[in-house]
Every structure is written in structure tokens, then in C-alpha cells.
């Protein structure tokens, strides 16, 4: 059972424009959502992270929206760079220790 | 501070082998969790370790193992080997064991099995 579902699978924005991901959640016990960057040939890197006692964090031109009762949340990256075309994960974890569920991935090319 | 660090990062095995993968965390952090990358299943938790103990176990067949050591290095181990234990296999580390610490990931190792 996908307990963490992400949409769309792939995105192609022009540079300058906004990029937008969104994922969704079934398990209730998740209180921690990190994002995700890998590109081809490495390890999955730490981009930003959020807890449900916030709806909304931002560092730099990253941005997670959160909303708790509809279990869903969100990656904005503002001013989409081609150095930003990568695959981005989002994820969820809970308290009872350090085991995250991924989504699918989201494939993201910006166009110069 | 160096990142994490896995060997090999690559590897190629016969079907009916076992491997040894092994994963050094980022000093001080004692929290070692190993995921399996595949382009059908995506990434997929395989377990968690913190001072020498398995703290969590994904859904995956005995075949698959783990372990910790003194020094927070971790080994993870795949006994008959089979084609569809191809993929990327990923370790991740924190500072604590607690859920909710960052997880910072390696670069992984990839396993080819033929």
C-alpha cells in the first residue's frame, strides 16, 4: 500500500517560472515531511523539511505548504533554475523512528 | 564534516551469491537506515539501526540483513542473491534515533545481479 502518493511524475517549467509538487498522505501517525533532491548518479540530498505544527516554511526559493487536515503537502520552488532539473522525493515519517516513506518522485526539467 | 560514505559504489554479482554493503555515517551520528532504490519500486525502507540494534525492519525477505557496529559503521547483507536485488542501495544517517531527525543520505551503492 503507497502511503504517500506524489503528483505529477514528471514537470517541465520554463526558467524563471514556478515549480509545483504536490503529495499526499494516509497515515496519520507521519509528523515529519522532508523534500528531497537527487540528481543521476547520487544519493537522494536533504532540501527542506517540515512539521504539522507549521502550515508553511520557506528557505530561499523553496517553499512547503502544509495542510494537516487534508493531508497533503506541498514543494514550490520559485524561480526555477535549470540547475534545479532533478528528481524530487517527497517523504514522511513518524515517531517511531528514523524510517521514511517516499512517493513516487517527480521527475522536474526547467527549460532555458 | 564529511558526509556519508558507502563501499563499494559499484558491484556486480551472480545470481546465488550473498554481498556486503557497508555504510560509514557522518561523524557523531549514530543512526544508520538502509533504503533500496529501484526504478519499479522506487525508494523502499529496508531497516534502521542505532547503537548496535535493529530498530526497525521494512518489509522485505530474511535474505536481506543489517548490522551496526561500536563505531556507528553499519553493514548490510543480501544472501542468494536475485535478479531482482538490482538496484541502488542507499544509506542514510542521524544524530539521533528518535523520528523526525534529518536523515542525510550517501551516494549510494549499485548493485547489478546477473
Known amino acids: 500500500q503507497q502511503q504517500v502518493k506524489q503528483s505529477p511524475q514528471s514537470l517541465i517549467v520554463q526558467k524563471g517560472g514556478i515549480s509545483i509538487i504536490n503529495c499526499a498522505y494516509e497515515?496519520?501517525?507521519?509528523?515529519?515531511f522532508p523534500w528531497y533532491q537527487q540528481f543521476p548518479g547520487k544519493g537522494p540530498a536533504l532540501l527542506i523539511a517540515?512539521?504539522?505544527?507549521?502550515s508553511e516554511k520557506k528557505e530561499g526559493r523553496f517553499t512547503i505548504s502544509f495542510n494537516k487536515s487534508a493531508k497533503q503537502f506541498s514543494l514550490h520552488i520559485m524561480d526555477s533554475q535549470p540547475g534545479d532539473s532533478a528528481t524530487y522525493f517527497c517523504a514522511a515519517q513518524g515517531a517511531a523512528g528514523n524510517m521514511l516513506t517516499f512517493g513516487g518522485g517527480t521527475r522536474l526539467m526547467v527549460k532555458p | 564534516k564529511a558526509g556519508v560514505t558507502q563501499t563499494p559504489r559499484y558491484l556486480i554479482k551472480t545470481r546465488g551469491q550473498q554481498v556486503t554493503l557497508s555504510c560509514s555515517p557522518i561523524s557523531g551520528h549514530r543512526s544508520v537506515s538502509w533504503y533500496q532504490q529501484t526504478p519499479g519500486q522506487g525508494l523502499q525502507f529496508l531497516f534502521e539501526y542505532f547503537s548496535e540494534t535493529q530498530r526497525n525492519k521494512g518489509n522485505f525477505p530474511g535474505r536481506f540483513s543489517g548490522r551496526q557496529f561500536s563505531n556507528s559503521r553499519s553493514e548490510m547483507n543480501v544472501s542468494t542473491l536475485e535478479l531482482g536485488d538490482s538496484a541502488l542501495y542507499l544509506c542514510?544517517?542521524?544524530?539521533?534515533?528518535?523520528?523526525?531527525?534529518?536523515?542525510?543520505f550517501g551516494p549510494g551503492t549499485r548493485l547489478t545481479v546477473t
Open positions: 517540515i512539521r504539522p505544527d507549521v
Open positions: 497515515n496519520t501517525a507521519f509528523d515529519y
Open positions: 542514510a544517517s542521524s544524530l539521533l534515533a528518535g523520528g523526525g531527525d534529518e536523515q542525510y
